[in-house]
């Protein structure tokens, strides 16, 4: 935030002041305030930036709405479409911009991928692969806590649910999930498929259990494009295109600092009235593919 020119760090909230207090002196922020509505009363905040647990997320994106506050909500906004609608009314009667804070969509490497499918480098998209996972060895963490939103399929599977649904470009009308749960009710492991109207597939995999890694890869009539480094790129990657039989790699630049395009972006937004690089109806088709594998995971079938 304090590489955009066009923002200034104003105030860190918490629910235990001395933690902002001590947040704010390591960090050198003006401000802290002990409680989050205290934040959202100050009159020198117009943006704020949310990144508490999942399941507090809808409550606090509409209480900093209400407050006429731009709110930066981090992944995954809402888990269920009809709170995404919510969030989109109150929004649009305040007047703010919402964006969910999925940092790879605001990469070069993204924008390359999406045109390279969009312009048929594959031909027709058939299926997209694609995970997150990574060992979770932090005792007590809010991600196993099934009341907050917890759970490896919203932690990490929400980064390829997300992207199947920016390339698939409509909302998912089947799905299928196998989910390992732990005693308090929450997933460490999940595999999951969606069903597009389109007839393309996505196969997704989010994990607590396995090693970091992620996965990209879509195939179509005519080849595959392998994205190596999907969510988080570096400075430079490299996609495979693989047409026929033959293979190329297509070097993309990116960014030296992670976060530093996203934070440019949502103040492009907020203050010259450009499109959020994530709109709300890309966030509502998000949480309708989350919210229908959960229920199929649920299930004894494993359908929904």
Same mark, same amino acid.
């Given at each position: 935030?304090?590489?955009?020119?066009?923002?200034?760090?104003?105030?860190?909230?918490?629910?235990?002041?001395?933690?902002?207090?001590?947040?704010?002196?390591?960090?050198?922020?003006?401000?802290?305030?002990?409680?989050?509505?205290?934040?959202?009363?100050?009159?020198?905040?117009?943006?704020?930036?949310?990144?508490?647990?999942?399941?507090?997320?809808?409550?606090?994106?509409?209480?900093?709405?209400?407050?006429?506050?731009?709110?930066?909500?981090?992944?995954?906004?809402?888990?269920?479409?009809?709170?995404?609608?919510?969030?989109?009314?109150?929004?649009?009667?305040?007047?703010?911009?919402?964006?969910?804070?999925?940092?790879?969509?605001?990469?070069?490497?993204?924008?390359?991928?999406?045109?390279? *499918?969009?312009?048929?480098?594959? @031909?027709?998209?058939?299926? /997209?692969?694609? %995970? !997150?996972?990574? #060992?979770? =060895?932090?005792?007590?963490?809010?991600?196993?806590?099934?009341?907050?939103?917890?759970?490896?399929?919203?932690?990490?599977?929400?980064?390829?649910?997300?992207?199947?649904?920016?390339?698939?470009?409509?909302?998912?009308?089947?799905?299928?999930?196998?989910?390992?749960?732990?005693?308090?009710?929450?997933?460490?492991?999940?595999?999951? *498929?969606?069903?597009?109207?389109? @007839?393309?597939?996505?196969? /997704?995999?989010? %994990? !607590?259990?396995? #090693?970091? =890694?992620?996965?990209?890869?879509?195939?179509?009539?005519?080849?595959?494009?392998?994205?190596?480094?999907?969510?988080?790129?570096?400075?430079?990657?490299?996609?495979?295109?693989?047409?026929?039989?033959?293979?190329?790699?297509?070097?993309?630049?990116?960014?030296?600092?992670?976060?530093?395009?996203?934070?440019?972006?949502?103040?492009?937004?907020?203050?010259?009235?450009?499109?959020?690089?994530?709109?709300?109806?890309?966030?509502?088709?998000? #949480?309708?593919?989350?919210?229908?594998?959960?229920?199929?995971?649920?299930?004894?079938?494993?359908?929904?």
């Amino acid at each position: 935030m304090r590489g955009d020119r066009r923002s200034t760090i104003v105030a860190v909230a918490s629910r235990d002041r001395a933690r902002a207090e001590a947040h704010a002196r390591e960090w050198e922020i003006p401000h802290a305030v002990g409680t989050y509505q205290g934040l959202l009363d100050r009159d020198d905040v117009s943006a704020v930036y949310i990144p508490l647990p999942n399941s507090l997320h809808v409550e606090w994106t509409l209480k900093a709405v209400e407050a006429g506050k731009h709110v930066l909500c981090e992944k995954p906004m809402a888990m269920d479409p009809a709170d995404a609608d919510r969030i989109a009314a109150a929004a649009a009667r305040a007047g703010v911009i919402v964006e969910e804070g999925f940092m790879y969509r605001h990469e070069p490497l993204t924008t390359r991928v999406a045109q390279l *499918v969009a312009d048929g480098a594959v @031909g027709a998209v058939r299926t /997209i692969v694609s %995970g !997150f996972t990574y #060992a979770q =060895g932090r005792p007590n963490d809010v991600r196993l806590e099934a009341a907050l939103g917890g759970g490896a399929l919203l932690d990490v599977g929400c980064y390829p649910v997300s992207y199947a649904c920016l390339l698939a470009r409509r909302d998912p009308v089947a799905a299928r999930g196998v989910a390992r749960f732990t005693p308090g009710g929450v997933d460490e492991e999940f595999t999951g *498929v969606l069903g597009y109207p389109t @007839g393309v597939t996505a196969a /997704i995999y989010a %994990g !607590f259990r396995a #090693a970091y =890694g992620t996965w990209l890869q879509v195939m179509g009539s005519e080849g595959s494009l392998t994205v190596p480094n999907p969510f988080k790129p570096g400075p430079l990657e490299q996609l495979r295109l693989e047409r026929f039989g033959e293979a190329d790699t297509i070097d993309v630049a990116g960014s030296e600092m992670p976060f530093a395009r996203e934070v440019a972006h949502f103040a492009e937004a907020v203050l010259d009235g450009a499109p959020a690089t994530v709109s709300l109806a890309e966030s509502r088709r998000t #949480a309708a593919a989350l919210a229908v594998l959960h229920a199929a995971a649920r299930t004894r079938e494993g359908r929904a």
